[in-house]
C-alpha cells in the first residue's frame, strides 16, 4: 500500500525549513519517490527567533513553541495548496532544536505538533526525540533508519548539516553518531567575513591552517569516546567558539575545514567503507569533499539534489509513516538507548 507523507526538517544551521512530500510503498523492501521539494529561507526575524531561543524564559519559550508550530503549520498549508497536494496521510515534523543534553534526560524541539494539525487538519507526529531520551538513549541519530531501510545500496551514509553524522552497518547492526560540527561553524565563521555560508570552501582555500589551533580542536574528549554519541550547540559554544576569538576568520575557516576533513576521515578509514553517501549542505562544499577525498580511499557518491537536501525531511516523513504503522523507527544500537522503539507523539 501506498502511504503519502510530508516531512518538515529544520536544522541547526539556520538555513531554512525544509518541507519533503514522498509516497513510501512496502513491498519486499521500502521503497520511496520524492515528489515536491522546498526550502523556505527564514525571515531575519524567524532566524532572530530561533538562534537566541536558547536564551529565552520558561513562559517566552512555550509561546515561541506555540507560534513556531503554527508558522510551521501555515507553511505547509501554503505548500499543499501551490502544489495542490492530495491524500496526505500525515505530517512528521521534526522541529527545532533548543537544547539538546541527553545526558541530563531532556531534548527539546520546539513547533508544537498539535498546533500544526490544528493549521492543517492533518493527523502529526512530532516530538521523535524525547522518548529515547528518557530511555537513556542519545535522542540523535535517527535517520540510520531510513538510511537501512530506505537507502540499502550504501555502505554507509554520512550527513554534511550543522553537524556532521554518519550511519553505517558494522558487525551485522546498523550503528551511527555525530563526528563532528560542520556548517554551525563554516556559517558563524562566513557571516563574520560578510557572507551567508562558505560557498564551495571557498574563502576557506584562501586561509591558513593554524596548526597550534588545528591540534586543540583535533584533541577535543568528544573525538575520543565511543559512539552513540551527540553532540549539540551547547558543546560548541563551551569548547569550538572560545578557541576561535583570536583567530582571523579566514584562518578560522581554514583550519575547521581541515578539522572537519580529518574527523570525517579517521572514522571512514576506522570502518574500511567501501562506498559513502554524502548529503546535506556540506555536500556541495567541494574543498571539503576534496580533502576528506584526499584522505581515504572511499568511493565518495554525491546525489542528486532532491536527496542532497531533502534526505532528512525525507527520511522524517518515513520515520511518521512508520510511527503511524506502530513499527520500530528508532534503533537502539544507533542512539543507545535500551531498546529499539516506536517514538514520536501522532496527534
Known amino acids: 500500500m501506498k502511504t503519502l507523507a510530508i516531512g518538515l526538517m529544520s536544522g541547526t544551521s539556520l538555513d531554512g525549513l525544509d518541507i519533503c512530500f514522498a509516497e513510501f510503498e512496502k513491498q519486499d523492501r521500502w521503497t520511496f519517490q520524492i515528489l515536491k521539494t522546498e526550502t523556505l529561507p527564514y525571515s531575519e526575524n524567524w532566524e532572530n527567533k530561533l538562534k537566541n531561543s536558547i536564551r529565552l524564559s520558561a513562559e517566552e519559550l512555550l509561546e515561541l513553541h506555540s507560534e513556531y508550530g503554527f508558522y510551521l503549520g501555515e507553511q505547509v498549508l501554503q505548500f499543499i495548496k501551490k502544489y495542490q497536494l492530495e491524500n496526505i496521510s500525515l505530517i512528521a515534523s521534526h522541529g527545532h532544536t533548543v537544547f539538546h543534553q541527553p545526558q541530563r534526560k531532556f531534548t527539546l524541539q520546539i513547533g508544537d505538533g498539535r498546533a500544526i494539525k490544528i493549521a492543517t487538519g492533518l493527523p502529526v507526529v512530532y516530538d ?12 540523535a541519530p535517527l535517520v ?10 550504501y555502505n554507509a551514509c554520512l550527513n554534511l548539516g550543522g553537524f556532521s553524522n554518519i550511519s553505517l552497518t558494522s558487525n551485522g ?3 551511527a553518531f555525530d563526528i563532528a560540527p560542520v556548517n554551525i561553524v563554516l556559517n558563524k565563521l562566513a557571516q563574520q567575513l560578510g557572507k551567508g555560508f562558505d560557498e564551495h570552501g571557498n574563502l576557506a582555500r584562501k586561509g591558513k591552517i ?9 584533541s577535543l574528549d568528544f573525538y575520543r569516546q565511543q559512539h552513540p554519541k ?4 551547547e558543546w560548541c559554544n563551551q569548547y569550538i567558539f572560545p578557541m576561535l576569538e583570536n583567530i582571523e576568520a ?3 575557516l581554514a583550519t575547521f575545514t581541515e578539522h572537519i576533513a580529518r574527523q570525517i576521515s579517521n572514522v571512514i578509514n576506522e570502518y574500511e567503507i567501501k562506498d559513502i553517501l554524502f548529503t546535506g549542505g556540506g555536500a556541495y562544499n567541494s574543498f571539503l569533499v576534496e ?3 584526499a584522505k581515504t580511499k572511499s568511493n565518495i557518491i554525491i546525489p542528486e539534489k532532491e536527496i542532497i537536501e531533502y534526505k532528512e525531511a525525507l527520511i522524517f516523513a518515513f520515520m511518521g509513516v512508520l510511527k503511524m504503522n506502530n513499527e520500530i523507527n528508532v534503533l537502539s544500537s544507533t542512539t543507545g538507548s535500551t531498546a529499539d522503539h516506536c517514538s514520536g507523539i501522532l496527534v
Open 128 to 139: 521523535f526525540r524525547s522518548q529515547d531520551v528518557l530511555m537513556n538513549g542519545n535522542g
Open 144 to 153: 540510520p533508519i531510513g538510511d537501512e531501510l530506505l537507502f540499502p545500496a
Open 173 to 175: 547492526k546498523r550503528i
Open 210 to 218: 593554524n596548526e597550534n589551533l588545528l591540534d586543540q580542536l583535533n
Open 230 to 233: 551527540s553532540l549539540g550547540i
Open 250 to 252: 579566514l584562518d578560522s
Open 291 to 293: 580533502k576528506i577525498k
